[in-house]
């Protein structure tokens, strides 16, 4: 077990330290540790045969020794001294090796490890090193903003808790930034915590931006030294929003179109390159030689032909950085005459015209109840057929939406005309009487007869069609009869007749009955020939065939005299 080292062996030690010699062919060696980790230190020593035990001490600034732990050779027990900064963290081993754990910046010291016999002291000493890695560099107190021309601090580049201390570099899109008087100016310090021994360093950085500096990054990084050597952390890239005066003016037509036409509202927009971009500008209208003053749009509402011209737009404190922009206000005009409805009578004259007025050429289009015109209409005598609805419409095509209509609603009133036609049937029975009617509005037609005769279709119409239609009977008349056609209309009343004869119609007939007649007659005569002819035949051959039966009956009464005759020979 360990334990506190007596006051014999301390005596006897103190009497023999002052012939303590160093090990020939030692030198100062050193133990590397990073902070918080265990310091391992071999005592580099060969134990002796005589060995009665073995210590370890630290020396102070003054040279002083402090002994923190003991061993003896036979009891194999372990001894530590009671120093509170150690208390708790030593270890030694039987080789004599001594690990402190937890290490700290005051364990940077110069350790030795002693090795006592009976006649001698060996000594062997052993430099501490501790390294305690910083924190990442981050830039702090960053400036919301730099502005070109001017010195400005662009923010701090702060590691903490390093040992020992490092050294801060700053990068500009990765490479290394260089003082230049008045350009770069880098001011680094460092601080130590009088409690923990670590350090702080701190460098800030005074820079005058560019237009060339937009969206570039920056970085700082710290150098610091480790157990194993030089080291370096980086920290993360900063860009810093850049200000700089606008330099040209530029001014916009929203929204954008191709072409303006009247009744459109449009909107002025006013930008500058600079940063941040104005936010005032003045405008200055057509004939307005007083500019306004506004943010950095101005809006024009249902625009007249007479805003046509160049608008303009500057900052508010440099009215020479100015920028331009050429409106036009497209505009089309449409006359037609006449307009509305208008009624005239037949066989008119009625003068047409459609003119246009515009910005530019436009283009003129005829349409008659929905279909397309290949001329303007015109009209030196009306006809009914002229009557519908017209429409005339111009537009221009380069301008969208931009289209113009008015209509003509042409009415062609005329007073009824009649006309009538016969047509008889080819049987001759029947007659087709046709009464032709034209006149508008549309005239309503009456059949009256005068005289005997039946009817043998009632009055059938055809469709009314550009002011004319008919009305048709048919009709097998007894005798010679009167037709009456009566066509009105809120115009007038027209009648007219026509004189249909029986007596074609009843001679035709006559002819057609005695041809039937005759046709009768001769085939009776035909039967009655044919019956005399077949009469004559049948008694004929009753006759012949009576002569042919007595022949026969001769004839058998020969043949058998005949027979009788052979016999009475024989």
Request: proline share 6%; hydrophobic share 35%; net charge neutral.
């Amino acid at each position: 077990m360990a334990s506190k080292a007596s006051p014999s062996c301390r005596l006897i030690f103190c009497l023999l330290i002052s012939a303590a010699v160093l090990r020939p062919g030692l030198g100062w060696y050193t133990v590397n540790s990073a902070y918080g980790d265990t310091i391992t230190m071999p005592c580099r020593l060969d134990v002796p045969q005589s060995l009665m035990f073995g210590k370890w001490k630290y020396e102070k600034p003054d040279g002083s020794p402090v002994f923190i732990a003991f061993r003896s050779s036979t009891k194999k027990s372990v001894q530590y001294d009671d120093v509170p900064e150690y208390k708790d963290r030593l270890s030694l081993s039987e080789n004599y090796t001594l690990s402190i754990s937890n290490a700290k910046i005051s364990d940077e010291k110069r350790f030795v490890c002693m090795l006592v016999t009976e006649d001698n002291v060996f000594e062997a000493p052993t430099v501490v090193k501790v390294f305690k890695q910083p924190s990442t560099p981050e830039i702090v107190n960053k400036a919301p903003f730099l502005e070109t021309e001017q010195l400005k601090k662009l923010g701090e580049c702060i590691s903490k808790d390093s040992y020992p201390d490092g050294n801060i570099t700053w990068y500009r899109n990765g490479k290394v930034l260089q003082p230049v008087e008045g350009v770069v100016v880098i001011i680094f310090k460092k601080e130590m915590d009088p409690v923990t021994q670590l350090y702080t360093m701190t460098s800030s950085l005074e820079y005058k931006t560019t237009k060339a500096d937009i969206q570039m990054p920056f970085a700082c990084s710290v150098i610091y030294y480790g157990p194993t050597g030089q080291k370096t952390l980086q920290s993360e890239q900063a860009v810093f929003d850049i200000y700089y005066p606008t330099e040209q003016v530029t001014m916009q037509v929203l929204p954008p179109k191709t072409a303006i036409k009247e009744g459109d509202n449009i909107t002025l927009k006013c930008l500058g390159n600079g940063n941040p971009p104005p936010e005032e500008f003045m405008f200055y209208l057509p004939g307005q030689p007083e500019g306004i003053r506004s943010s950095n749009t101005y809006t024009l509402t249902d625009v007249r032909r007479n805003a046509t011209g160049d608008y303009k737009c500057s900052l508010i404190d440099k009215k020479s950085m100015i920028a331009s922009t050429a409106i036009t206000v497209h505009y089309l005009d449409l006359s037609l005459s006449p307009s509305g409805e208008v009624t005239k009578q037949i066989g008119d004259t009625l003068p047409v015209s459609c003119t246009t007025s515009a910005s530019r050429n436009a283009t003129v289009v005829w349409m008659k109840d929905n279909i397309r015109l290949r001329s303007s209409p015109s009209f030196s005598s009306l006809h009914y057929q002229d009557a519908g609805n017209y429409v005339c419409e111009t537009a221009l095509q380069e301008v969208e939406g931009l289209k113009k209509r008015e209509s003509l609603t042409l009415i062609v009133e005329g007073k009824p005309q009649i006309k009538m036609t016969k047509k008889t049937d080819p049987s001759g029975l029947s007659k087709t009487i046709i009464c032709h009617v034209e006149g508008f509005p549309k005239p309503a037609i009456q059949w009256t007869i005068t005289g005997s005769g039946s009817v043998i279709n009632q009055a059938k119409e055809s469709p009314y069609v550009n002011g004319r239609y008919y009305s048709k009977i048919i009709i097998s008349p007894e005798e010679n009869v009167t037709l009456t056609c009566t066509a009105e209309n809120q115009l007038e009343r027209t009648v007219n007749s026509l004189n249909v004869s029986a007596n074609e119609n009843r001679e035709k007939v006559n002819d057609q009955a005695k041809l039937i007649v005759g046709i009768v007659v001769g085939l009776l005569l035909a039967a009655l020939v044919a019956g005399v002819v077949y009469w004559l035949y049948m008694k004929k051959s009753k006759t012949a065939s009576k002569h042919v039966n007595k022949d026969l009956g001769n004839m058998e009464e020969n043949k058998k005299l005949e027979e009788n005759n052979h016999k009475t020979e024989a």
